[in-house]
């Protein structure tokens, strides 16, 4: 078990560019999370997956957003025309699907994103 | 929504003290999450509390959920540099959602 991993883990890029993160869970996790904190904050909900099916959209996750998770295992996770406001730390996570509260969610180490 | 408050937001204190930080909300939760997290880091899941007025240790922490399941408290037991961190509460937001809502954290720092 190697936990979640995220890539890039940094990412710096002027604004107006497109960028792309991707996460891999746990293996056999079958739901995943992307969530966005910015300092000072916590973390934020993006949105979530179950296998490849995307569930729940926060209303943060504006039209400049989009996530996939084409079979069931990593994530994508793109932001198109990156604005300096979209500047954050972006978290995964995944968990096993066993309950609402003994669903532990594990967290990633995150891509830091910096808009310039 | 539901909100969660955390307070202190800042702690700087010095290695051996004791300290509570806390978590309140005027919403009622199936459940509750403390998460510790390091700079760089994800958050790492530290203890959920389930039932109200439960209390769970983990070493030097005690955490404790309040009885009408609102508020919970993080207490730390002669705190060491180890220590030092963000510490978030965090619950899920809703009867069949699985997104969670996360407090803005205490941030901990402990001196040698």
């Known amino acids: 078990d190697t936990g979640v991993s995220q890539n890039p883990r940094h990412k710096i890029t002027k604004r107006g560019q497109n960028v792309t993160f991707r996460c891999d869970p746990i293996?056999?996790?079958?739901?995943l999370y992307w969530y966005r904190q910015t300092l000072g904050q916590g973390p934020e909900f993006l949105t979530y997956?179950?296998?490849?099916?995307?569930?729940?959209k926060s209303r943060l996750l504006s039209d400049r957003f989009s996530a996939e998770r084409p079979k069931g295992s990593f994530s994508t996770l793109e932001i198109q025309r990156t604005e300096q406001g979209d500047s954050a730390m972006y978290l995964c996570?995944?968990?096993?699907?066993?309950?609402?509260?003994?669903?532990?969610?594990?967290f990633g180490p995150g891509t830091r994103l910096t808009v310039l | 929504t539901q909100l969660l408050e955390q307070s202190p937001q800042f702690l700087s204190i010095q290695e051996g003290e004791n300290l509570t930080v806390y978590c309140n909300s005027s919403?009622?939760?199936?459940?509750l999450q403390w998460y510790r997290q390091e700079p760089g880091e994800g958050p790492v899941l530290l203890v959920t509390?389930?039932?109200?007025?439960e209390v769970k240790k983990l070493k030097r922490l005690t955490f404790q959920f309040g009885d009408a399941r609102k508020d919970s408290s993080l207490h730390i037991t002669a705190a060491q540099p180890g220590d030092t961190g963000l510490y978030l509460c965090?619950?899920?937001?809703?009867?069949?959602?699985?997104?969670?809502?996360f407090g803005k954290g205490t941030k901990l720092s402990v001196i040698p």
């Open positions: 996570a995944s968990s096993s699907g066993q309950g609402e509260w003994a669903d532990t969610q594990y």
């Open positions: 293996s056999e996790h079958n739901r």
């Open positions: 997956f179950q296998n490849e099916a995307q569930l729940e």
């Open positions: 919403s009622v939760f199936s459940s």
């Open positions: 509390v389930v039932t109200g007025g």
């Open positions: 965090a619950a899920y937001s809703g009867a069949g959602s699985y997104q969670l809502t």
